[in-house]
């Protein structure tokens, strides 16, 4: 069988790749193919990489505080695109302030996420709930 198939990039006008890649690099070391679109990736673009390389999932990252305004309409953007069902994470600091992470957790999985992570998350723990889905 072969190994599921992961997309992984940061959202947006995001910049910050260094928690992307570290993650990338842990998933690869797991035995995940993982497609790793790096910074600044719109929202399409996971969606069309997704379609090319048949993923199993998709991994959004977003540190920059916008990830609740780039990441509306995902999931009707993977579901328009034939991916309904497909396997959502997002994770990172997702909005600006102070909201509590339950809040927050909340919000992404009325936007049609399987999973969301607070910042700070440890690779293990991804890859525990990856394995468990």
């Given at each position: 069988?072969?190994?599921?198939?992961?997309?992984?990039?940061?959202?947006?006008?995001?910049?910050?790749?260094?928690?992307?890649?570290?993650?990338?690099?842990?998933?690869?070391?797991?035995?995940?193919?993982?497609?790793?679109?790096?910074?600044?990736?719109?929202?399409?673009?996971?969606?069309?990489?997704?379609?090319?390389?048949?993923?199993?999932?998709?991994?959004?990252?977003?540190?920059?505080?916008?990830?609740e305004i780039d990441c509306r309409g995902f999931r009707d953007l993977c579901d328009e695109a034939g991916?309904?069902?497909?396997?959502?994470?997002?994770?990172?600091?997702?909005?600006?302030?102070?909201?509590?992470?339950?809040?927050?957790?909340?919000?992404?999985?009325?936007?049609?996420?399987?999973?969301?992570?607070?910042?700070?998350?440890?690779?293990?723990d991804v890859l525990a709930t990856l394995a468990a889905d």
């Amino acid at each position: 069988m072969p190994a599921p198939t992961l997309v992984t990039g940061v959202i947006g006008a995001d910049t910050h790749i260094v928690g992307n890649r570290i993650l990338s690099m842990a998933l690869e070391k797991a035995g995940y193919k993982v497609v790793t679109l790096g910074a600044l990736t719109p929202a399409e673009d996971f969606v069309k990489a997704a379609i090319e390389t048949a993923a199993d999932a998709i991994m959004v990252s977003s540190l920059y505080g916008q990830g609740e305004i780039d990441c509306r309409g995902f999931r009707d953007l993977c579901d328009e695109a034939g991916l309904d069902g497909i396997l959502l994470y997002v994770g990172g600091n997702l909005v600006v302030g102070k909201t509590p992470w339950p809040e927050v957790e909340q919000r992404f999985l009325g936007l049609g996420f399987d999973r969301a992570f607070p910042p700070g998350t440890r690779v293990e723990d991804v890859l525990a709930t990856l394995a468990a889905d």
